[in-house]
């Protein structure tokens, strides 16, 4: 990729690209008797990174292709810049779309991929060829234009679908899943350039995924669905640190689940999980059948004895950078994530041992 200026909207010349924000209202949409959208509501700013995030069948894409308008809701709407546009046809929304597939012609070269959509729309002959070479130097593949699909790598074929989009000049850029048909490592790199070229243009882009460390480490905001519905949208860090229910606390990372009772009253109150009781903090707000949720970095290993409960490990994963325990408490078994450092001494599985759980880090979540 070309070196990029954080956070400075790319200039083309004859004219900037000047993101547009999306809002969806009280959308409906069902398929015969599968309902798949069920009255969503939410907003996108302009030139925010936005991710769609949840598992398979949610509804996710169903939602970008509706508000590329690929499909048309049962009931509400779709804003882009403020201007309804639900009974648009797709070419006349000022969207683009890149495709899980990349769908691009394998008979045509990188540069006629790119062109194509020009073409279609009749610019002139030096409005494309401008158009295109911009297009091909913003992703870095200028000197790959005469190649063909199948002469590139996954991640160079990416870009060529991105390139393809960008040089119609849209106002939101749509992602459906688009490092899924990449290797691990490769979709490491690609989510940063993606991420920097939305940066350098300053473009409103939305990014389906189910994937929650490609949204949280590329997207500004994200809107975790289930079920058809919208469970919560914010940051990466509001949804991890303050998830909204106990899907989102499930789905966005590891999470310790634990059913219990409240016993006790005023400052002797303890959440009692069979024969152990965890003191609750003063204030603490708990909703009738809740959960106590807490992540397994919020638990430390203590002396013996010293801790607010005790158990058995039972299982031991070396990660690297830390030691992930299953540590059985009663009937329940609570994960540990320990932080390793050069030198350190594992604890064995069998081995008893005592860990405390930080009060700020106790959630307690209904479905």
Not at 42 to 56: C, I, K, M, W, Y
């Amino acid at each position: 990729m070309p070196e990029i200026v954080q956070n400075e909207p790319v200039r083309v010349r004859g004219d900037a690209l000047q993101p547009l924000g999306v809002r969806v209202e009280n959308v409906d949409l069902s398929y015969g008797a599968n309902h798949v959208l069920k009255d969503v509501t939410l907003d996108v700013a302009p030139g925010e990174f936005f991710a769609f995030l949840g598992p398979s069948g949610c509804g996710k894409t169903t939602l970008l292709r509706l508000i590329a308008g690929f499909n048309q809701a049962d009931r509400g709407r779709v804003l882009v810049g403020g201007e309804d546009v639900s009974r648009l046809p797709p070419w006349k929304r000022d969207v683009g779309m890149v495709f899980q597939s990349y769908a691009l012609w394998p008979h045509m070269t990188v540069w006629r991929n790119v062109a194509f959509g020009l073409e279609e729309r009749r610019l002139p002959r030096a409005q494309i060829k401008q158009r295109v070479a911009e297009a091909l130097e913003l992703v870095g593949l200028s000197h790959l234009a005469d190649r063909r699909p199948s002469q590139l790598s996954g991640g160079q074929q990416q870009r060529v679908a991105v390139a393809r989009t960008v040089a119609i000049r849209p106002k939101v850029l749509l992602l459906d899943e688009p490092l899924s048909n990449l290797d691990a490592k490769l979709r490491v790199q690609v989510r940063r350039e993606l991420r920097d070229l939305q940066q350098r243009l300053g473009i409103t882009t939305i990014f389906v995924t189910h994937d929650q460390e490609e949204a949280n480490t590329i997207c500004d905001r994200i809107a975790v669905m289930n079920e058809g519905k919208i469970q919560q949208v914010g940051t990466p860090l509001e949804l991890y640190q303050r998830p909204a229910n106990l899907f989102v606390a499930s789905f966005l990372g590891a999470a310790n689940i634990l059913s219990g009772e409240v016993v006790g009253a005023g400052s002797d109150r303890a959440f009692r999980l069979g024969e152990v009781f965890l003191p609750i903090p003063p204030g603490a707000t708990i909703p009738p059948g809740a959960k106590l949720v807490f992540r397994p970095q919020d638990v430390q290993i203590t002396g013996k004895g010293s801790g607010a409960f005790s158990g058995t490990i039972v299982h031991r994963e070396f990660l690297g950078a830390m030691t992930r325990y299953g540590v059985r408490v009663g009937g329940t078994e609570i994960l540990i994530d320990a932080p390793f450092h050069a030198g350190d001494r594992l604890h064995e599985v069998g081995q008893e041992v005592a860990a405390m759980v930080a009060p700020e880090a106790m959630l307690w979540l209904a479905s």
